[in-house]
């Protein structure tokens, strides 16, 4: 069931917030989720809400990307807003995603700058820097290195995440920056939740093609059909590539349930004929 869109109330109580590492933050009317233990290991970060735009989607709401279906102008006012919650200046880093595997390494302000490379992650040690990815159900993952001041921001749909994606990043963080999995601190943010994210067959047919235990991420709907644990996938490939299970933290957060904060393509595109993007974040502070 999709909840109504009232603003008015905090959606998940404090506590369990805090309990699974996560809290909010305000400022001028926008709010985002911070991942703490990201945070306290001196990473900014975030996951944006939809609270406290210029968007008409259809009121007010902050989206971050999706150039079909906002004007650049509300998207770059939106933009400015969000950043102008962050302590230090930075120059965004984003790409085309385009539902695959790829990872771009950003070590400059310059290639920072380059948005239009084809692919789902992002890494770099830069810093000045904040990669970020956009998802309106889709899983955004955000890890940092402590010890080394790498990160990575990567998208994974259903199929960034049966083409291993999160431990792909992983794998080019060990590879570009000699950074340890075990010293990583990773936090998957607000995304379909497997109480509400129906797929079909070919989903179910492409996990199982990619991993051995697939049907583990499944719970059978109706015929040819399955709620799928999109989230438990990427948290599954980053143990698997070494990080320490107690270092990931999930946020408590479905976004086709609380389309009141977040961005649903599968609850809103078809009602309203477009959808906006979320933004999650991570730099050096």
């Known amino acids: ?38 945070r306290s290991a001196r990473f900014e970060n975030a996951f944006s809400t939809r609270v406290g735009g210029v968007s008409a989607f259809p009121k007010d709401d902050l989206n971050l990307a999706g150039f079909d279906d906002d004007t650049k102008e509300n998207i770059a006012e939106n933009r400015r807003r969000f950043l102008e919650l962050f302590d230090d200046q ?12 790829g990872v771009k390494l950003v070590d400059s302000l310059g290639s920072a700058r380059a948005s239009n490379d084809k692919c789902d992650a992002i890494i770099s040690d830069s810093h000045g820097v904040l990669a970020g990815v956009k998802t309106a159900d889709c899983v955004p993952i955000l890890i940092g290195d402590p ?10 749909g259903w199929r960034g995440t049966a083409s ?40 179910i047919n492409a996990f199982r093609e990619n991993f051995e235990d697939a049907d ?23 143990v698997a590539a070494g990080v320490r299970p107690e270092s990931v933290f999930i946020a408590p957060h479905c976004t086709i349930e609380r389309t009141d904060i977040f961005f649903s393509y599968r609850a809103e595109a078809a009602k ?3 959808c906006g993007r979320l933004l999650s974040v991570i730099g050096r502070r």
């Open 1 to 38: 069931m999709i909840m109504e869109r009232d603003r008015s109330t905090n959606p998940i109580p404090a506590e369990t917030l805090t309990e699974s590492g996560f809290f909010w933050r305000e400022s001028n009317g926008i709010r985002v989720l911070t991942c703490g233990p990201l």
């Open 272 to 274: 309203l004929g477009k």
């Open 216 to 238: 583990r991420y499944f719970r059978p709907t109706r015929a040819g059909h399955a709620f799928a644990d999109i989230k438990g996938a990427n948290r599954d490939q980053l």
């Open 90 to 101: 930075y120059e965004l880093a984003t790409v085309w995603q385009v539902h695959g595997d």
């Open 164 to 203: 291993s994606i999160t431990s792909k990043a992983v794998y080019e963080l060990k590879r570009k920056f000699a950074t340890d999995p075990a010293d990583m601190i990773a936090a998957i943010g607000p995304a379909a939740t497997a109480d509400s994210y129906e797929v079909g067959q070919d989903v």
């Open 147 to 156: 010890r080394t001041g790498a990160f990575a921001a990567v998208h994974a």
